[in-house]
């Protein structure tokens, strides 16, 4: 680095700040093995920057869920927000879901223990994180709102009724 | 009625719940490697071509580029079945070929360098239909390969392979039939199970011969024989099988992606990672074989079978991993369902110039089956047969003989599948819906609903070897040493539920040794439906013989005979006397105990599958709607009810009833790229259509291992697309025989479009067509009044 900055004023980096799963995160923008590049989706730079391995890339292209996470508790796919677009907000991912202090599972987490509401378990983590999104916004949703909620998630096993029933036992404000 | 059990049979959780729903499981792109390069793979844009020139001296400067490789490179490394296709090769046989390989200290830079390398081409004319292909002057893929026709039979399988079901006298069961129906039917849509995970390996090379691949695959120990026979025998092969994303049958082999790192770490020394695109996963990685069946069946009244003639015909796409062994097990599974004396059925496998076909979920069954079972249907038509009492009355039964993959002769000695059938039927209404061939079940105005059934089955649930070791610890623990990865069946923690019950220690007392080649005995891999019979039964053996040994090692010590102790929870005492009890800490505490167990191919029982659905078709847009699944099988024994629901819900996507309805990979005819490559033009089923399922499952206890079970999870997919294809029609009233039924076909069976797509006279086709189904559906109707059937 020294060297190509030579003679040259070095640029204070310009950083993009945000928070994952309630721990501050500053990273630098630039082209630099340590830095996120402009180009970097979210989804990479949770993977390959902050070893996030539980967000799982399937097509890379908005069309499938699996890399969902939450941004300021709505669910969004990873693969197709900008890192650089995330400054200020508050990203959670399926590692923040748990008690940091207990460990204790997020109900939802428990929930698909409970109904095998799994099968491969690729598309699990965006499975979950899209339900989580849906009861922030609705305690009790009926089971139609939990699949217009889930319809972007691709799961291939066919792991769908399982989640579904999952889903509406861990809803705080459902009959279960 | 099943046996109580204190754990099989019962929903116990899985090992890695835990791990998958807090994001833990490792899936092999989330293993961390020091010192790792980043692998991509040039592909070829022509469906047939000679490369004349590659330049990669551009890509090769580009900085962080550590390697390229082109044909002139690399080893001669041939795969397939047979051997003709060299790893990277100086001609290319589909768009999608593999024509140089980059491995560079990151993806970006990797796919960077592709864009560097200069090829110039020598187009080939090329085809994509296999009876084109099979013509004189069609262009040819392979010399070794003349006519493009693919040496019948895999070695794999003895010198014997079946390749076709000759025997009887087929003319004298034409002679003997009331009704003798042919035509030529295909299941040529090629749909794609795309498991989410894409297909991808690590490759670690340490000279002069040695490599460690971490792979993502269903069958682990399989892919280091295949490698080592690919290597020359040279080569000291590793593999760790690691948590797998989805597989349905195509992470059988993934020989091209683990020997293109192989090749690149070779040339670097360093680990390199290629991870597939989704992209390269739909248009490069495994396919289904496309089917086409020429067939003619005699049948009596009575739905007795006379005879099976005909030819049939599979596309493997531009070469044959595992072909011959689907074709020879799909010989075998259409003598499953069809009971009859006379046959002459023969095959072909031709090469196309499309991606290649491998191993899918209903391997080689599936495939067949779609394309025979319309011709069946003509003939139960014509002699108004019940297609529920036709498959009872033409599925295997005890002490029936087939012909199976190695060509010897069979006797089953399974049960009759009948009573399961009838259960089935009566979940699902069949007798209150069926009104006759090419009769709807209901009609409301210009939505017509259709039922139909499919059967599957395969005596593969005992194939091939298998081989385990479990390990008993001073402290009442237990390992299971298999080579398995869990690619979602969880058979993982149904393996270690046997031990458990044959230890009878709590599961969390057993741990199972990861998935690595070096230190776990000889396993083909969970692998068709064999895991619960072949593998369990090696796991179980294992248990038996440590559980023998421990309590031979004790006896002494309890002044009693082996035979005659018992052991639960890591306490040992005599029979019936728990009071006197001693801990398996007599052993001795520097000492572990090693059982070994091993399977022995198997081909007499067979599972069986019939799935029951409903449609609506909607007449004036052609849309095809599923309302209704029923599947019936029997398990013999259910070791796992949620994982085993799992695995029957899963008829739907991967290639199973979906591949009826709407699923297709769309290959352009013109230039061979596939059109829909993408997540978003291949369609799939989503959460707001699932359509109710309900599984029925019975529990007749069957002669495999001790506790009675046999695999039932793989075949869930195999008999809707045929049910599907018999509802529709039903619910039109023509027939269609071409999957999927997209809006465009129904539209053109019923007259309303050309076949060039446009609208013909509607009001006139309208007119007819809902004159004379209404006719029939009123007449119909009205005699069945009060059933209940046209609800």
């Known amino acids: 680095m020294a060297a190509t900055n030579k003679g040259k004023t070095a640029k204070p980096a310009k950083v993009v700040a945000f928070s994952v799963n309630g721990k501050a995160v500053e990273l630098q923008i630039g082209s630099e093995p340590h830095q996120v590049e402009s180009s970097h989706t979210l989804a990479h730079t949770l993977r390959e920057t902050l070893g996030l391995v539980g967000t799982k890339i399937t097509c890379d292209n908005g069309a499938c869920g699996s890399c969902t996470v939450l941004i300021d508790g709505k669910a969004i796919l990873s693969c197709m927000t900008l890192t650089v677009e995330c400054q200020g907000k508050s990203v959670m991912t399926i590692e923040g879901l748990a008690d940091p202090v207990s460990g204790r599972l997020d109900p939802l987490q428990q929930s698909f223990i409970d109904h095998t509401a799994f099968q491969c378990g690729f598309c699990t983590p965006g499975m979950i994180m899209s339900a989580k999104a849906l009861l922030g916004e609705n305690a009790a949703p009926t089971e139609d709102e939990v699949k217009e909620a889930l319809s972007g998630n691709f799961c291939r096993c066919i792991s769908h009724y399982h989640v579904v029933k999952a889903v509406l036992a861990a809803a705080p404000g459902g009959s279960e | ?791």
């Open chain 2, 1 to 791: 009625m099943a046996q109580e059990y204190r754990f099989i049979g019962k929903p116990t959780k899985r090992q890695d719940a835990a791990a998958i729903v807090t994001g833990g499981a490792q899936y092999l792109d989330d293993i961390k490697f020091h010192n790792l390069l980043h692998g991509k793979v040039l592909r070829s844009p022509h469906a047939h071509a000679y490369i004349v020139k590659i330049d990669k001296s551009r890509a090769e400067q580009l900085p962080g580029v550590e390697a390229v490789l082109t044909w002139e490179d690399v080893p001669d490394w041939i795969g397939g079945t047979p051997r003709v296709v060299r790893v990277l090769d100086r001609k290319v046989r589909y768009v999608g070929d593999a024509v140089a390989l980059v491995a560079a200290k990151n993806a970006q830079i990797a796919k960077e360098a592709l864009a560097l390398i200069e090829v110039v081409y020598q187009i080939l004319p090329a085809v994509f239909d296999l009876e084109e292909a099979m013509k004189p002057g069609a262009p040819q893929l392979y010399q070794e390969l003349p006519g493009n026709i693919v040496t019948a039979g895999t070695p794999a399988f003895g010198r014997n392979c079946l390749t076709e079901v000759v025997m009887g006298d087929v003319e004298k069961g034409f002679g003997e039939a009331d009704a003798v129906c042919e035509g030529t039917f295909g299941y040529e849509n090629i749909a794609n199970p795309i498991p989410p995970e894409p297909p991808g390996a690590v490759a670690h090379w340490e000279e002069p011969n040695r490599v460690t691949l971490w792979v993502s695959n269903q069958a682990s120990y399989l892919d280091k024989i295949i490698l080592f026979h690919l290597f020359g025998k040279k080569v000291e092969v590793r593999t760790h099988g690691a948590a797998c994303g989805g597989s349905f049958g195509t992470k059988l082999m993934s020989w091209q992606v683990q020997s293109y790192a192989t090749l690149l770490s070779k040339a670097t020394g360093r680990p390199v990672k290629i991870i597939f695109t989704k992209e390269e996963h739909i248009a490069a990685f495994v396919l289904r074989p496309g089917s086409r069946m020429h067939a003619r069946v005699g049948m009596k009244r009575d739905g007795t079978v006379t005879a099976v003639s005909g030819t049939w015909l599979v596309d493997t796409g531009y070469y044959s991993a595992t072909t011959q062994a689907q074709v020879a097990v799909g010989c075998g599974e259409i003598q499953l369902m069809t009971r009859c004396d006379n046959w002459d059925l023969k095959t072909a496998i031709v090469c196309t110039n499309r991606n290649a076909s491998g191993s899918v979920r209903g391997f080689g069954g599936q495939e067949l089956k779609c394309s025979f079972i319309p011709v069946l249907c003509l003939a139960m038509e014509k002699l108004n047969i019940d297609p529920v009492e036709f498959i009872k009355k033409n599925y295997v039964k005890p002490g029936d003989g087939y012909f199976w993959r190695d060509g010897d002769w069979y006797t089953y000695r399974g049960i009759d599948y009948s009573d399961c059938m009838d259960q089935g039927a009566r979940r699902f209404g069949w007798q209150e819906k069926w009104q006759g061939w090419l009769q709807p079940s209901a009609v409301d105005g210009p939505r017509r609903r259709g039922i139909g059934v499919g059967v599957h089955g395969n005596a593969d649930i005992g194939e091939d070897s298998s081989e385990a070791y479990v390990r008993l610890h001073p402290d009442g623990s237990a390992m299971l040493f298999s080579c398995i990865t869990e690619h979602g069946t969880g058979q993982r923690s149904n393996y270690v539920k046997m031990v458990a019950e044959v230890l009878q220690i709590p599961m969390e007392r057993i741990t199972v040794s990861p998935a690595d080649s070096l230190v776990n005995p000889f396993e083909y891999g969970p692998f068709g439906s064999r895991g619960t019979y072949a593998i369990g039964s090696a796991a179980i053996k294992a248990a038996e013989d440590a559980r023998r040994q421990l309590l031979e090692m004790v006896a002494p010590r309890l002044d009693a005979k082996a035979e005659d102790l018992e052991t639960v929870d890591g306490m040992i005492f005599v029979r019936g006397k728990p009071e006197k009890s001693i801990k398996w800490g007599a052993m001795g505490y520097e000492r572990t105990i090693l059982g070994y167990g091993r399977f022995d191919p198997d081909f007499t029982l067979a599972n069986c599958m019939t799935t029951f659905v409903e449609v609506e078709v909607d007449t004036e847009t052609g849309k095809v709607e599923l309302l209704h699944v029923v599947n019936a099988t029997d398990a013999g024994q259910i070791i796992d009810p949620p994982g085993l629901e799992g695995q029957l819900n899963g008829c739907l996507g991967s290639s199973g009833i979906d591949s009826a309805i709407f699923e297709e990979t769309v290959l352009d005819p013109i230039s061979g790229h596939i059109l829909n490559a993408n997540m978003i033009d291949y369609k799939w089923r989503t959460f707001s259509e699932l359509p109710p399922i309900d599984n029925v499952v019975l529990e007749t206890p069957v002669a495999s291992h001790r506790f009675k079970a046999i695999g039932v999870g793989e075949v869930a997919t195999s008999p809707g697309p045929m049910a599907i294809l018999m509802a529709v029609s039903n619910a039109v009233g023509v027939w269609l025989h071409e999957y999927p039924v997209t809006p465009e076909r129904v539209l053109k069976a019923l007259g309303k479009i050309n076949a060039n797509g446009k609208v013909n006279d509607s009001a006139k086709v309208n007119a007819k067509v809902n004159a004379k189904v209404n006719a029939k559906v009123n007449a119909k109707v009205n005699a069945n009044a009060g059933s209940g059937g046209a609800a």
